[in-house]
């Protein structure tokens, strides 16, 4: 079992839909949690960081952690097409050094 | 946010030659620095941990006789890829961990570099 589980998709929506992305995780020793997006051929860009549980909101962007759950989401607002991306959610705690954990990574298509 | 900034962007170069990819933190300290490889419509794959001023420490199946990493400084890591062959075309992307915790112990990532072996 990976430390790390996301849903490589891909994801298909229209334009305006709200988009749900999310990950689960095996390690109740990670505390940040990170979602960034990765434009093709182009490094990855952080998105949204939580430290523990509980909700980040920015802009029509909304992170969530559920550690009793271990289970984190992203939530998109009003998806554009320029949201097309893939999505990789990534973890770490003090457990080997903060070392940071990614999911697979989800391919989203918002279509116009 | 914190800036990475990863040179070259692409390089081309003749099998059997070494390429050197730069990877910088520009306004931050990076105590680590990741260095990551990536096929297309993959996901990252962790190839090394570099920490300032002692020797990289590569994850399994990686050789670190071909992928020398070096990180002089506490904004400046390198990774040369020795005597280059097609199969090590691929897309090489750097990350760096903010030295401050109070940055929360995020990682940001360079825009990647792009090498083809001919």
């Known amino acids: 079992q990976k430390e790390v589980e996301q849903d490589p998709g891909p994801l298909s929506v229209p334009e305006g839909a709200i988009v749900s992305l999310n990950c689960t995780y095996s390690n109740s020793a990670f505390q940040y949690f990170m979602w960034y997006r990765q434009y093709s051929r182009k490094g990855p860009e952080l998105l949204m960081y939580t430290y523990s549980s509980g909700n980040k909101e920015d802009g029509r962007f909304t992170a969530q952690v559920d550690k009793s759950s271990k289970y984190i989401s992203l939530f998109i607002r009003d998806s554009q097409p320029s949201d097309s991306a893939t999505y990789l959610c990534?973890?770490?705690?003090?457990?080997?050094?903060?070392?940071?954990?990614f999911g697979a990574g989800t391919r989203l298509f918002v279509k116009a | 946010g914190a800036v990475v900034s990863q040179h070259p962007s692409w390089v081309i170069c003749k099998s059997g030659t070494s390429v050197k990819i730069e990877c910088r933190s520009l306004?931050?300290?990076?105590?680590?620095m990741f260095w990551y490889r990536q096929f297309p419509k993959q996901s990252l794959m962790l190839m090394a941990t570099s920490n300032e001023g002692s020797k990289a420490t590569y994850e399994q199946g990686v050789e670190k006789d071909k992928f020398l990493i070096n990180h002089a400084s506490l904004t400046l890591s390198t990774l040369t890829v020795t005597s280059a062959h097609p199969e090590d075309s691929s897309f090489y992307i750097c990350s760096a961990r903010d030295r401050e915790w109070s940055s929360g112990n995020t990682i940001y990532f360079g825009e990647g570099s792009w090498l083809t072996v001919v």
């Open positions: 306004d931050f300290q990076a105590t680590t």
């Open positions: 990534a973890m770490s705690g003090r457990t080997g050094g903060f070392k940071t954990i």
